[in-house]
């Protein structure tokens, strides 16, 4: 089992250019979470989302951010129209269920907008 | 609101050392805690939950309601332990069950040789 799959590790982005971060959960799992860390913080839930649903997404920005978890293919946070404050750290998780058993992270895309 | 604090930023010891990692938190229901670790250049990895009970690596966790913490505690260090250190509490979100982790913002301990 792979564990969850993030790409692109690394991602550079323009002020003004899309970015497009993938997710690909553990086999088995049909929970999966967004979460942002800025330097300096810890981890800020985005988004919750299972096949084809977005169960919670209270923290995600209001404007220019997105995610998806289709029913086919990995899950997708679609930032547009990047600016120098969306510079950060975004992980991924998937659980099987509840988060009684703890979520697993993927090894995060690090975003850096230029 | 659910919060959690981690007051140590930094934290050094030296191997054999015993080791205390603070996490404090606040949450008006009944909260799930979890210790998360991040060795260098590695993925984040759930290290304890409270609800288990289990001793990972050396480490023992106990919740205490009564000063809402949840303190990681080791009695000899080891250099391998050096990393950075989450706590996190899990809470109830819209969605209607306790799937939003709130994070601490992280101790990261270095274990001297």
């Known amino acids: 089992n792979a564990g969850v799959m993030q790409n692109p590790r690394h991602l550079v982005r323009r002020r003004g250019q899309e970015a497009r971060l993938r997710c690909s959960p553990m086999?088995?799992?049909?929970?999966v979470y967004w979460y942002r860390q800025l330097p300096e913080e810890g981890l800020k839930f985005m988004v919750y989302?299972?096949?084809?649903?977005?169960?919670?997404e209270s923290g995600m920005p209001k404007e220019r951010f997105s995610a998806e978890f289709p029913k086919e293919g990995p899950s997708i946070l679609r930032i547009q129209q990047v600016v120098r404050g969306d510079s950060a750290a975004y992980f991924c998780?998937?659980?099987?269920?509840?988060?009684?058993?703890?979520?697993?992270f993927g090894s995060g895309t690090r975003l850096t907008v230029v | 609101a659910q919060r959690v604090t981690q007051p140590e930023k930094l934290l050094s010891v030296f191997k054999g050392a015993p080791v205390e990692l603070k996490c404090n938190y606040s949450?008006?229901?009944?909260?799930?805690l979890f210790w998360y670790v991040q060795y260098s250049r590695q993925r984040l990895q759930l290290l304890l939950r409270?609800?288990s009970r289990e001793s990972i690596k050396g480490f023992t966790a106990d919740l205490n309601k009564g000063e809402t913490s949840f303190h990681l505690k080791k009695p000899f260090a080891q250099e391998e332990d050096s990393a950075m250190y989450y706590c996190?509490?899990?809470?109830?979100?819209?969605?209607?069950?306790?799937?939003?982790?709130?994070f601490g913002k992280g101790t990261l301990l270095t274990v001297n040789p």
């Open positions: 996190a509490l899990s809470g109830l979100g819209s969605g209607g069950s306790n799937y939003k982790l709130t």
């Open positions: 989302l299972q096949k084809e649903n977005i169960i919670d």
């Open positions: 998780a998937s659980s099987p269920g509840t988060v009684g058993y703890g979520y697993t």
């Open positions: 086999k088995g799992h049909s929970h």
């Open positions: 949450y008006s229901g009944s909260p799930e």
């Open positions: 409270h609800i």
